[in-house]
């Protein structure tokens, strides 16, 4: 701050010590007549250093951002049991992991680590894992596809299928990535939960704040620790701190996803960050909204719109769903095997419903077709599909859940195809379809 004391001087001493204004401030810092000793252009230069100022100045802006996360980081781990962090290693995670370890909450664990496994990640992803948990001392708690060993692939590929995300992407992103995010945070017993979004991350996320409450129980905090910092902050961060940061990075991939679907931003990989330092345009990573516009390429949601989220920080994502549904229900009966469900080809006409009940489409299924059985006079069944999918696949049409069947008087399977679901639209295509 040396250069501009310097200017200010003059006037501070003219003024009595009050401030000048602006005006009188310019006049006075510039030497006229026999007095002035250089140009205008060489007194700028000597009076003010334009880029020493910029940089102390992001010097400043970025030692706030780190206390100002750190106090959210403090008031999350201390306040609260059972606080988690869901970690992708992208840019904004690394800085989170590391604020954590000069915390010293990694280590004296009243901060969880939590990392899912898609088994689609690039495999430097979870090489990463490992080179970070032993650099700050903690084991992350790993969640996967339920039903599937942690790092068994070929076993994943076996029970949902390889191409599960090119058949269905909202159905794989519920097995892959909501699914086992609830269920890590249930089993963790989280009660708050740490994230790396943040503003400058788009539109969506444009007005989170620091802190965020979700309706679960007595209610499941959100710490936004990054929210109001830029990327260019993040990588800041890291420069100073020469902290650990992914590979990918190098490769120039401004944030790291799913392989299937992650690009280099521009695609070909002309901007880098290297050895604490950016080579190439930065702008292309670093602008506005640009992130993650490597992230979910050539993918699309069910009504045709360019897809942005892969559902883990939507709305209600983090509620976790430990219940099955329609319990105890007297007009929906449950099929509790596979022999019971193909005995019904045999009884005459009625309607079976293959869910899951973690999906968040069979949840929102769940009033409508409680009351369809009394609308088309038939027996009204659910079967759980998640567990079987091999066998509902072969004998109920199911690809995706729920799947609505109509059982005709013939034994044969019908599926409703249409993506309405009231109760007049389903009633009206069984009763179509069950003679």
């Not at 706030?64 to 992708?88: D, G, R, S, T």
């Not at 105890?328 to 596979?338: I, M």
């Not at 079976?352 to 369809?372: D, I, N, R, S």
Request: contains cysteine; aromatic residues 10%.
């Amino acid at each position: 701050m040396l250069a501009l004391l310097l200017i200010a001087a003059p006037a501070l001493a003219r003024s009595g010590g009050r401030v000048a204004a602006p005006s009188r401030l310019a006049s006075s810092v510039v030497p006229r007549g026999p007095r002035m000793a250089a140009t205008a252009d060489v007194a700028a230069k000597v009076f003010f250093d334009q880029e020493g100022f910029i940089a102390e100045s992001k010097e400043l802006r970025l030692k706030h951002l780190e206390e100002q996360a750190m106090f959210a980081l403090k008031i999350a781990c201390e306040n609260y049991e059972n606080a988690v962090f869901p970690n992708a290693l992208i840019a904004g995670d690394v800085v989170i992991t590391h604020l954590l370890h000069r915390l010293g909450y990694l280590k004296d664990g009243r901060c969880t680590i939590m990392v899912v496994d898609t088994f689609h990640l690039f495999p430097e992803t979870m090489a990463f894992v490992n080179e970070v948990e032993k650099a700050y001392g903690f084991t992350a708690e790993i969640f996967c596809a339920e039903g599937v060993p942690v790092a068994d692939k070929a076993g994943f590929d076996k029970k949902y299928g390889a191409d599960l995300w090119k058949v269905n992407i909202e159905q794989y992103d519920k097995v892959c990535k909501v699914e086992p995010f609830q269920r890590g945070l249930k089993t963790l017993k989280a009660n708050c939960m740490i994230n790396g979004r943040t503003r400058w991350q788009g539109v969506e996320r444009a007005w989170i704040d620091q802190f965020e409450n979700a309706p679960i129980g007595g209610g499941l905090a959100k710490c936004n620790p990054l929210a109001y910092w830029t990327l260019e902050d993040t990588f800041d961060y890291i420069a100073k701190h020469e902290i650990l940061h992914h590979p990918l990075h190098a490769k120039g991939y401004p944030s790291i996803g799913d392989a299937k679907d992650t690009i280099p931003i521009p695609e070909d990989g002309s901007v880098t960050f290297v050895d604490f330092k950016f080579s190439g345009d930065k702008t292309k990573w670093l602008d506005y909204a640009q992130e993650r516009k490597g992230r979910f390429v050539g993918l699309a949601n069910a009504d045709g719109s360019t897809k942005t989220e892969c559902g883990i920080h939507v709305v209600g994502a983090e509620q976790t769903f430990d219940r099955d549904l329609w319990p105890g229900s007297a007009a929906v009966q449950e099929l509790a095997s596979t022999d019971a469900a193909l005995a019904l080809k045999s009884k005459g006409p009625s309607v079976v419903v293959v869910y899951a009940p973690w999906c968040q489409f069979c949840q929102a299924l769940e009033p409508e077709f409680e009351k369809l059985s009394a609308a088309v006079g038939l027996p009204v069944y659910k079967l759980r599909g998640d567990e079987e999918r091999e066998f509902v696949a072969a004998n109920f049409n199911t690809k995706s859940f729920p799947t609505i069947n109509v059982i005709d008087s013939k034994g044969e399977v019908i599926k409703y195809e249409s993506e309405a679901r009231s109760v007049e639209a389903m009633a009206a295509f069984v009763k179509a379809n069950a003679i």
